[in-house]
């Protein structure tokens, strides 16, 4: 599994606890399991390989620190969505940019331009093209805007992941 897969998984995971009251913790002890992977993943590439215990670590990451930064997050997608009210916002498109911004902000081993490159990429498959462009725009708009404040957050090395692909 590679980087981009579990960041993408993240995202589904963030993407449907926007529908629901379950934690992160109680999402992803239902989610991340075998048996659900090996179900969905007969339809879903995607789900088609578990991610060992680096890749879930990385996930888990990703999830937890949405939840336990969220309203940080959505203060600064509500600030650079200019002209965008943020309920208006698809909850597809909320839940890359979380992710994204939560690693800009969290993870310094992941480089900002990768991040960025990785939820445009992931817009595109998701959304409309042109929503596309609009998160490139809030994110690039984001990292521009000055020193971010980066508090590290333990996250497994890139070398546990598959090398075909980048961060």
């Known amino acids: ?23 992160a913790e109680e999402l992803l002890g239902e989610a991340l399991t075998r048996p659900i992977f090996e179900r969905i993943g007969k339809e879903e590439p995607l789900y088609a390989e578990f991610p060992n215990v680096d890749q879930r670590e990385y996930i888990e ?10 309203e940080e997050l959505d203060g600064y997608i509500s600030q650079y969505a200019i002209g965008w009210n943020f309920s208006r916002l698809p909850r597809v498109t909320v839940s890359i940019l979380r992710v994204c911004m939560f690693e800009i902000l969290y993870m310094g081993d992941v480089p900002n331009a990768a991040a960025i490159n990785e939820a445009v990429e992931l817009t595109k498959r998701y959304e409309q093209p042109e929503m596309a462009a609009f998160v490139n725009g809030i994110l690039g708009s984001f990292v521009r805007s000055g020193p971010l404040p980066q508090t590290q957050v333990a996250a497994p090395a890139p070398e546990t992941f598959s090398p075909e692909e980048g961060l």
């Open 1 to 23: 599994m590679t980087r981009s897969n579990a960041r993408e998984l993240a995202v589904h995971f963030v993407f449907e606890m926007s529908f629901t009251r379950q934690t």
């Open 61 to 70: 990451t990703l999830v937890r620190g949405v939840e336990d930064h969220r």
